[in-house]
């Protein structure tokens, strides 16, 4: 850049509190440049309900923003069905909004849309535009950890970042932009950017706003070895490098944290322990119940790093619910039942507003023929439905809005589990009453269709 005197660096952690600090400064002078790997831009009416997916397209509704350039990770931008699909993914958001639907104009670095009063571009990292007046950033630190743009089948994530922080900053000095603002979200409670590499943001927020000095420079390059090494599994070099760092800044959050993974995974539990509360007492956002990367990696099926995860994040906290939620889930999924059932039960006995748990906790218990005890499970998930409790969904979900409660997504199937339950434990006036639930929504279901 470097950054003019107006400018200012912010960090957030759900990418939509961008919304409330973009009201108070008012009507961007110049163009938004988005760096993210989602587009953020979704409709949303002038009074709906604003969260990560959509607060752009409430920022064009109050005036905030006119011209919005999306910047996506390279790999969607290189591949020509990745660019394709990208391009029609887009055209079918702008669908919804007002005014005429007119194609794209498409080149080989961008493609564009117009809009009333207004331009959303995209354009890949490498093709950053050369603008004249000043700009306003919106950096998501999951850009640098999700290599491409993703669709309804898959979130990509890296094990290692795609791009460090001193290539991004690297690449945006060298467009000689005005920067008017920077906000740069962390999104880890959204589930898009694991609770280790959060420090990305931090050191992202230090260069852009022209403050790194030398030794801040080797600081930040010794800190990615380390993470390098963690994730080699070289746990001694990973151990030495947070060691050396913590010596000479022995309250610095992010080595803390890292020193904690380390010793988990060298079966250090107290230690590792006490890594991570003395990391959490100094950064409060270290705290696990932010972190979902456990449940981001069974999503994605792969159940290798899903229970690595469990295993480090109960090495720190043997009480963490989600680590055995999550747990119990694999070994569901794997057919495991008693596995399931003594680790789920973990998870409803430390949180026991865990709707998700105890739906899950149904599930296995009725496998294994434990029929009064999957039907009083089941139960519990439908009184906590009509409570103001959450399904992990609903906590990982980042917006700013809350949610007084929600019904689970299979609600309604387990009225049809319980109706079956309860036949077999001859209760045939519990059973006809699930029954008719069940039957009331099936015919909901069709009639919206």
Same mark, same amino acid.
């Given at each position: 850049?470097?950054?003019?005197?107006?400018?200012?660096?912010?960090?957030?952690?759900?990418?939509?509190?961008?919304l409330r600090l973009w009201r108070a400064a008012g009507p961007a002078p110049g163009p938004l440049v988005h760096i993210d790997a989602h587009p953020d831009f979704e409709w949303v009416d002038p009074d709906g309900f604003i969260n990560i997916a959509n607060f752009l397209c409430a920022? %064009?509704?109050?005036?905030?923003?006119?011209?919005?350039?999306?910047?996506?990770?390279? *790999?969607?931008?290189? @591949?020509?069905?990745?660019?394709?699909?990208?391009?029609?993914?887009?055209?079918?958001?702008?669908s919804r909004y007002p005014g005429r639907r007119r194609s794209p104009r498409i080149t080989p670095h961008e493609a564009a849309w117009r809009l009333p009063g207004g331009r959303v571009s995209i354009r890949p990292l490498s093709?950053?535009?050369?603008?004249?007046?000043?700009?306003?950033?919106?950096?998501?630190?999951?850009?640098?950890?999700?290599?491409?743009?993703? !669709?309804?089948?898959?979130?990509?994530?890296?094990?290692?970042? %795609?791009?460090?922080? /001193?290539?991004?900053?690297?690449?945006?000095?060298?467009?000689?932009?005005?920067?008017?603002? @920077?906000?740069?979200?962390?999104?880890?409670?959204?589930?898009y950017t694991p609770l280790r590499w959060k420090y990305l943001g !931090?050191?992202? /927020?230090?260069?852009?706003?022209?403050?790194?000095?030398?030794?801040?420079?080797?600081?930040? *390059?010794?800190?990615?070895? @380390? =993470?390098?090494?963690?994730?080699?599994? =070289?746990?001694?070099?990973?151990?030495?490098?947070?060691?050396?760092?913590? /010596?000479?800044h022995p309250d610095h959050a992010p080595s803390l944290f890292g020193l904690g993974e380390v010793l988990a995974a060298q079966g250090r539990g107290p230690a590792a322990r006490a890594a991570y509360a003395h990391a959490c007492a100094l950064d409060g956002a270290y705290r696990l119940s932010q972190d979902s990367t456990a449940l981001a990696y069974f999503r994605s099926g792969d159940l290798a790093l899903t229970e690595q995860e469990c295993a480090w994040r109960l090495a720190r906290e043997p009480d963490d619910p989600l680590a055995w939620y999550v747990r119990g889930a694999v070994a569901a999924k794997e057919r495991r039942w008693a596995d399931a059932v003594a680790w789920l039960?973990?998870?409803?006995?430390? !949180?026991?507003?865990?709707?998700?748990?105890?739906?899950?906790?149904?599930?296995?218990?009725?496998?294994?023929?434990r029929i009064e005890e999957a039907i009083t499970a089941y139960e519990q998930t439908l009184r906590l439905g009509l409570q103001p409790a959450a399904t992990y969904d609903d906590r990982f979900i980042a917006t700013n809005a809350c949610l007084p409660h929600r019904v689970g997504p299979d609600h309604f199937q387990i009225h049809r589990r319980l109706a079956v339950l309860y036949a077999q434990a001859h209760r045939p006036g519990d059973a006809a009453m699930s029954e008719r639930f069940w039957h009331a929504a099936a015919q909901l279901a069709g009639a919206a269709r």
């Amino acid at each position: 850049m470097p950054p003019t005197p107006r400018s200012r660096v912010c960090r957030v952690e759900d990418h939509d509190d961008a919304l409330r600090l973009w009201r108070a400064a008012g009507p961007a002078p110049g163009p938004l440049v988005h760096i993210d790997a989602h587009p953020d831009f979704e409709w949303v009416d002038p009074d709906g309900f604003i969260n990560i997916a959509n607060f752009l397209c409430a920022a %064009w509704h109050e005036g905030l923003i006119r011209d919005v350039y999306w910047i996506v990770p390279d *790999a969607s931008w290189t @591949a020509s069905a990745r660019r394709r699909a990208l391009i029609d993914y887009t055209s079918d958001i702008l669908s919804r909004y007002p005014g005429r639907r007119r194609s794209p104009r498409i080149t080989p670095h961008e493609a564009a849309w117009r809009l009333p009063g207004g331009r959303v571009s995209i354009r890949p990292l490498s093709r950053l535009p050369v603008l004249r007046r000043p700009v306003r950033l919106s950096v998501d630190t999951d850009f640098l950890l999700i290599d491409r743009v993703p !669709d309804v089948f898959e979130e990509p994530r890296c094990t290692l970042p %795609w791009c460090v922080p /001193a290539q991004l900053a690297a690449r945006l000095a060298g467009r000689g932009w005005q920067v008017e603002s @920077a906000v740069i979200a962390s999104s880890v409670r959204g589930g898009y950017t694991p609770l280790r590499w959060k420090y990305l943001g !931090d050191e992202l /927020a230090e260069r852009l706003s022209g403050a790194l000095k030398a030794e801040r420079e080797s600081w930040w *390059a010794r800190h990615y070895e @380390a =993470r390098v090494a963690l994730v080699e599994r =070289r746990l001694d070099d990973a151990a030495q490098a947070y060691e050396d760092m913590l /010596a000479r800044h022995p309250d610095h959050a992010p080595s803390l944290f890292g020193l904690g993974e380390v010793l988990a995974a060298q079966g250090r539990g107290p230690a590792a322990r006490a890594a991570y509360a003395h990391a959490c007492a100094l950064d409060g956002a270290y705290r696990l119940s932010q972190d979902s990367t456990a449940l981001a990696y069974f999503r994605s099926g792969d159940l290798a790093l899903t229970e690595q995860e469990c295993a480090w994040r109960l090495a720190r906290e043997p009480d963490d619910p989600l680590a055995w939620y999550v747990r119990g889930a694999v070994a569901a999924k794997e057919r495991r039942w008693a596995d399931a059932v003594a680790w789920l039960q973990r998870a409803v006995e430390r !949180d026991g507003t865990l709707l998700d748990g105890y739906a899950e906790l149904g599930r296995a218990l009725e496998a294994l023929g434990r029929i009064e005890e999957a039907i009083t499970a089941y139960e519990q998930t439908l009184r906590l439905g009509l409570q103001p409790a959450a399904t992990y969904d609903d906590r990982f979900i980042a917006t700013n809005a809350c949610l007084p409660h929600r019904v689970g997504p299979d609600h309604f199937q387990i009225h049809r589990r319980l109706a079956v339950l309860y036949a077999q434990a001859h209760r045939p006036g519990d059973a006809a009453m699930s029954e008719r639930f069940w039957h009331a929504a099936a015919q909901l279901a069709g009639a919206a269709r």
